[in-house]
């Protein structure tokens, strides 16, 4: 008699578990086996036979439970289980508190926050974002606040429940950038909040950058200007950097900001300078050297090239043919 959590069980016994096929029966020898645990070997070939019949049970259910926890990254497992899901009519919300568990043990699982969507997409089950959602994702932000994932999964949740404008929104990425302010995945989640482009107003953010319609010129700037809002923005930015000069980060949301506004680096020329002391050579931010050097380059060559040198030569070596090339526009 075959052993094994399955084989043993009498709700089990009407199926006939399919095994793993790499190659082997057909004479062919694998260039690489696998050494499967027994258990997972045993689950996933009672996987393959009840996804063959297309069977949705309650059993099938707990069987794609078994296998996410043996393997979490088995992508078809879950595809599988959102399926029996919306068959069985199952309380979705439960769902999710199982999911959260899961979530916590791997923060690093792709499928996991993939699996999450597909349950979130249903507009039958969630017309508005359920109410301990953001929570969690705070929660996850905890463990890890650049997970990828995470932030991938909140900006689609942002745009499907529309919640540009959600002050919550708003207040938990603000903790973070206070919290880290070199996270730049919270950066990007701030602009995209402020700027992105919104399907439903338009008005409201820049047009999709992805457009081929658009001239290199029309991408990133707003279609109509919310000027209180821009001047907070820059204003936002401007403590931040004042926190951690040398934080690419705040440097950069500030020159989105400018550009989406249709306002030039120039504007900036007084506060940059404030990193970098000409009469003394002091310089507390790189990044204040490029932005003065930018500025300058629109109209004052030497100062532009003086700037370029520094970077050329102590603050961004690494980059120095660019700050050459820059140099050669300059002086042309």
């Known amino acids: 008699m075959a052993e094994g959590k399955y084989a043993n069980d009498p709700e089990w016994e009407s199926i006939t578990p399919i095994q793993l096929d790499d190659g082997s029966d057909s004479g062919a020898m694998p260039l690489a086996c ?119 999964y909140r900006h689609w949740l942002v745009r499907n429940f529309k919640l540009w404008d959600l002050p919550r929104e708003l207040e938990d990425v603000e903790s973070l950038i206070k919290a880290d302010v070199r996270n730049n995945s919270a950066w990007n989640h701030r602009y995209m909040l402020r700027f992105g482009p919104r399907e439903d107003a338009p008005a409201a953010g820049m047009a999709n950058a992805g457009s081929s319609a658009m001239s290199a010129d029309e991408k990133g700037v707003l279609t109509v200007v919310d000027e209180d809002l821009v001047d907070a923005e820059l204003e936002f930015a401007k403590a931040q950097i004042v926190r951690a000069p040398e934080n690419r980060s705040a440097w950069w949301y500030a020159r989105g900001v400018l550009r989406a506004a249709g306002r030039g680096v120039g504007e900036w020329e007084r506060f940059a300078g404030k990193f970098v002391d000409a009469g003394s050579g002091e310089v507390r931010s790189s990044h204040a050297v490029e932005w003065l050097a930018d500025v300058y380059a629109l109209g004052e060559g030497e100062k532009a090239v003086e700037m370029f040198t520094l970077l050329k030569e102590k603050y961004d070596p690494i ?13 042309v």
């Open 34 to 152: 696998i050494a499967y645990p027994s258990e997972y070997l045993e689950a996933t070939s009672y996987l393959r036979a009840v996804m063959a019949a297309n069977e949705m049970s309650e059993r099938a259910l707990r069987l794609t439970e078994d296998v996410i926890s043996l393997n979490p990254a088995h992508y078809t497992v879950w595809i599988y289980r959102a399926k029996i899901l919306f068959a069985l009519e199952k309380d979705l919300l439960e769902e999710l508190e199982w999911l959260n568990g899961v979530s916590l043990k791997y923060l690093k699982n792709y499928q996991i926050w993939h699996h999450r969507q597909v349950l979130m997409a249903s507009k039958a089950h969630f017309p508005t974002i359920p109410t301990k959602e953001l929570d969690f994702l705070m929660e996850m932000f905890a463990q890890d606040w650049k997970n990828y994932h995470v932030w991938t």
């Open 319 to 331: 980059r120095k043919n660019y700050w050459d090339y820059r140099i050669q526009q300059v002086v």
